[in-house]
């Protein structure tokens, strides 16, 4: 059986979800550098596959998919229609409720965290310093800082992940995203021991460290 592939740079906080996600889900992939230096997103024939020429794109045989959060619900549903293990079920829990709560948190995740940190992190750490917007960087920063506080405030449970004590697909999105708000200098960043703790746990998962931990670019 072939293995799915995924089409994106790794340095891409949306490739990085997807890879994360094969990680936890013990998938085999293949990857092929797509995106900004790597060019192809423009071809007719990936065109063909992503008409928004965008990535991630995913290709599993004939099923090929576009937008992150979908191919991550995707991947799970994969595993669980296959039987392939249990963590399928995990990362998204079945019942109308418990899988709703781990839904809010991808449509928050592009509602309102991606939205707040865009001119954050590529005023940080894509444009040269002199050529900077400090007053849009540091506008993209107190947004940014305000989501996180949500955040902060609903790990008050007490539970190891956002959705209780096992990750879920909640997690990778919003996760690879967190990356990116300790990675950059933000001044006067508030304080979130709740937020960081978190943080620290997904550092300890291979997955993490492999896919979203390393150097930003």
């Known amino acids: 059986m072939n293995k799915p592939r995924i089409w994106g740079r790794a340095n891409s906080v949306n490739v990085q979800k997807v890879l994360w996600c094969c990680e936890e889900l013990r998938l085999e992939f293949e990857r092929t550098d797509a995106g900004m230096q790597f060019g192809k997103v423009d071809t007719p024939e990936y065109r063909a ?70 001119n954050l992190f590529w005023g940080m750490v894509r444009t040269p310093p002199e050529q900077r917007d400090m007053v849009a960087i540091r506008a993209a920063a ?40 300790f990675g950059v200098e933000v001044e006067e960043r508030p304080e979130l021991p709740r937020l960081h703790a978190w943080y620290d746990r997904l550092n300890q998962r291979p997955g993490y460290r492999r896919y979203v931990a390393p150097p930003m670019t």
């Open 142 to 181: 107190e947004a940014s800082g305000a989501a996180w506080h949500i955040l902060d405030s609903h790990l008050a449970h007490g539970l190891p992940f956002l959705e209780g004590e096992n990750l879920t697909l909640a997690d990778i999105a919003l996760g690879a995203y967190v990356r990116r708000w």
């Open 49 to 118: 596959m992503n008409p928004n020429g965008r990535i991630p794109t995913l290709e599993d045989g004939d099923v090929i998919l576009w937008e992150s959060h979908s191919i991550l619900r995707y991947l799970a549903m994969r595993q669980i229609e296959r039987q392939a293990g249990p963590e399928g079920r995990r990362l998204y829990p079945e019942g109308a409720a418990t899988r709703a709560r781990v839904e809010r948190w991808l449509d928050w995740t592009l509602s309102t965290v991606q939205p707040a940190e865009r």
